[in-house]
């Protein structure tokens, strides 16, 4: 069954007709047909073989080229067809201007001979090169470790779902994006937003590799991005007062917990309280400021500092750590691990992780009035719609705003003759 490719293989100037494909008679043992590619060029028609793309060639469209219907099969199937026409007329319009420009040069080009890179994975190797060499100045060692990660789960799906070690640059289409995600959620175990924030990572390898004329098409073209709505956890003033005034014999334990109920009270994330040295305690007016930068986003972040974090770091000024730091920080792993020690023994049946800590400084200040965008100012954020996020409205915020609106409509319970006491 052939295809006329009217709508997909539309001449585009004279001397370039455009891409055809058709569906072939074979039959796989699935009963799907591959599509195979034609590509005209100053009125001459080269094969180029199969698209490795199967179809049901009853519904296959002859006029279009395409498959007819919006299954997911079919928008699948009509994504990659697209994406390797966009990419043959790529290399059409890069090069012609060249009169000697022939089909088999054309060929030569979309199969990766002439081509410094003819599959992803090296484009990634060389994207993940480039983070390597930027660590340090613009780029923070989480990001090399997010995007090395990624290139181990995409080499993963490849085998896991193709039984194949890499992909060819013209094969990466939609429908292999559309695999990967589906991949993640299920095989790699993502939740839901995880999954959703490594698919922008890799499309952002694949902008690199575009950028750099390595990929010619858009392997995310019409990719939509949608992160839910989390639920982030706090603790209330009476959890945090149960964990900070809890006598802990155990050395380790007492330093997390200290560590903890500072960061409760600073909103600093791991990290920053991790690379905080005696030079980040800043007095101005006879106030005490902590004055830092987020290693995450690089974005100067001032803290007043309140009584209780004045206190911890009291508590471990007699003695000097490690590079000049002002606590003796354990990693992280290790910290979480103690926190959740701590939880048991203060009775707190909430996940005890150090970062509920920086959720809970953010609750209690916007559930205490703080305005967001000194909240935003103090986390250290560069768009106030994360700050937003925390913005929940607590029992106590709603019993506290309810007593003050109580105190304004006396007059009404006197009218009626009640009495508010």
Same mark, same amino acid.
């Given at each position: 069954?052939?295809?006329?490719?009217?709508?997909?293989?539309?001449?585009?100037?004279?001397?370039?007709?455009?891409?055809?494909?058709?569906?072939?008679?074979?039959?796989?043992?699935?009963?799907?047909?591959?599509?195979?590619?034609?590509?005209?060029?100053? @009125?001459?028609?080269? =094969?180029?073989?199969?698209? #490795?793309?199967?179809?049901? &060639? $009853? %519904?296959?469209?002859? +006029?279009?080229? !395409?498959?007819?219907?919006?299954?997911?099969?079919?928008?699948?199937?009509?994504?990659?067809?697209?994406?390797?026409?966009?990419?043959?007329?790529?290399?059409?319009?890069?090069?012609?201007?060249?009169?000697?420009?022939?089909?088999?040069?054309?060929?030569?080009?979309?199969?990766?001979?002439?081509?410094?890179?003819?599959?992803?994975?090296?484009?990634?190797?060389?994207?993940?090169?480039?983070?390597?060499?930027?660590?340090?100045?613009?780029?923070?060692?989480?990001?090399?470790?997010?995007?090395?990660?990624?290139?181990?789960?995409?080499?993963?799906?490849?085998?896991?779902?193709?039984?194949?070690?890499?992909?060819?640059?013209?094969?990466?289409?939609?429908?292999?994006?559309?695999?990967?995600?589906?991949?993640?959620?299920?095989?790699? @175990?993502?939740?839901? =937003?995880?999954?959703?924030? #490594?698919?922008?990572?890799? &499309? $952002? %390898?694949?902008?690199? +590799?575009?950028? !750099?004329?390595?990929?010619?098409?858009?392997?995310?073209?019409?990719?939509?991005?949608?992160?839910?709505?989390?639920?982030?956890?706090?603790?209330?003033?009476?959890?945090?007062?149960?964990?900070?005034?809890?006598?802990?014999?155990?050395?380790?334990?007492?330093?997390?917990?200290?560590?903890?109920?500072?960061?409760?009270?600073?909103?600093?994330?791991?990290?920053?309280?991790?690379?905080?040295?005696?030079?980040?305690?800043?007095?101005?007016?006879?106030?005490?400021?902590?004055?830092?930068?987020?290693?995450?986003?690089?974005?100067?972040?001032?803290?007043?500092?309140?009584?209780?974090?004045?206190?911890?770091?009291?508590?471990?000024?007699?003695?000097?750590?490690?590079?000049?730091?002002?606590?003796?920080?354990?990693?992280?792993?290790?910290?979480?691990?103690?926190?959740?020690?701590?939880?048991?023994?203060?009775?707190? &049946?909430?996940?005890?992780?150090?970062?509920?800590? !920086?959720?809970?400084?953010?609750?209690?200040?916007?559930?205490?009035?703080?305005?967001?965008?000194?909240?935003?100012?103090?986390?250290?954020?560069?768009?106030?719609?994360?700050?937003?996020?925390?913005?929940?409205?607590?029992?106590?915020?709603?019993?506290?705003?309810?007593?003050?609106?109580?105190?304004?409509?006396?007059?009404?319970?006197?009218?009626?003759?009640?009495?508010?006491?």
């Amino acid at each position: 069954t052939y295809g006329s490719g009217a709508g997909h293989g539309k001449p585009t100037t004279e001397r370039w007709q455009g891409t055809h494909c058709r569906a072939y008679n074979y039959e796989n043992k699935e009963g799907k047909s591959p599509v195979m590619l034609r590509v005209f060029l100053n @009125g001459e028609m080269a =094969n180029f073989g199969s698209t #490795k793309i199967f179809v049901d &060639k $009853t %519904v296959w469209n002859n +006029a279009t080229s !395409r498959l007819k219907g919006r299954t997911a099969e079919a928008l699948s199937a009509n994504a990659a067809l697209d994406s390797i026409s966009a990419t043959l007329n790529n290399i059409y319009h890069k090069f012609e201007d060249d009169s000697s420009l022939s089909l088999e040069k054309i060929r030569s080009y979309f199969v990766g001979k002439d081509r410094e890179y003819t599959t992803f994975l090296p484009v990634f190797d060389r994207f993940n090169e480039d983070i390597r060499q930027r660590v340090g100045h613009t780029i923070s060692k989480d990001s090399l470790q997010k995007y090395s990660v990624l290139r181990r789960h995409f080499a993963e799906f490849l085998i896991h779902k193709y039984g194949r070690k890499d992909v060819g640059l013209t094969e990466f289409t939609p429908s292999v994006v559309q695999d990967f995600e589906l991949y993640l959620s299920t095989v790699a @175990g993502c939740a839901y =937003n995880t999954s959703v924030k #490594k698919m922008k990572a890799l &499309k $952002t %390898v694949t902008i690199y +590799a575009q950028k !750099r004329g390595y990929l010619l098409h858009d392997p995310f073209l019409n990719h939509r991005f949608h992160l839910e709505p989390v639920n982030r956890g706090f603790l209330t003033d009476e959890e945090i007062m149960k964990i900070a005034n809890k006598e802990i014999a155990i050395q380790r334990l007492e330093l997390v917990r200290d560590v903890f109920i500072f960061s409760c009270f600073t909103g600093l994330a791991y990290i920053d309280v991790s690379n905080l040295t005696p030079d980040n305690i800043v007095t101005l007016d006879d106030k005490q400021w902590i004055m830092t930068k987020r290693q995450k986003t690089n974005v100067e972040t001032n803290v007043l500092l309140l009584d209780i974090p004045k206190s911890i770091i009291a508590k471990y000024s007699h003695k000097t750590y490690r590079d000049g730091k002002l606590f003796p920080i354990l990693t992280n792993q290790k910290t979480n691990a103690y926190l959740k020690e701590i939880a048991d023994i203060c009775g707190i &049946k909430k996940n005890l992780t150090f970062h509920l800590a !920086r959720h809970t400084f953010a609750t209690m200040s916007l559930s205490k009035g703080v305005p967001m965008e000194s909240v935003s100012k103090m986390l250290g954020h560069t768009n106030i719609k994360t700050t937003q996020i925390y913005a929940r409205i607590t029992n106590k915020k709603i019993e506290h705003d309810m007593e003050q609106l109580a105190g304004k409509l006396d007059k009404f319970n006197v009218a009626m003759g009640i009495n508010s006491k």
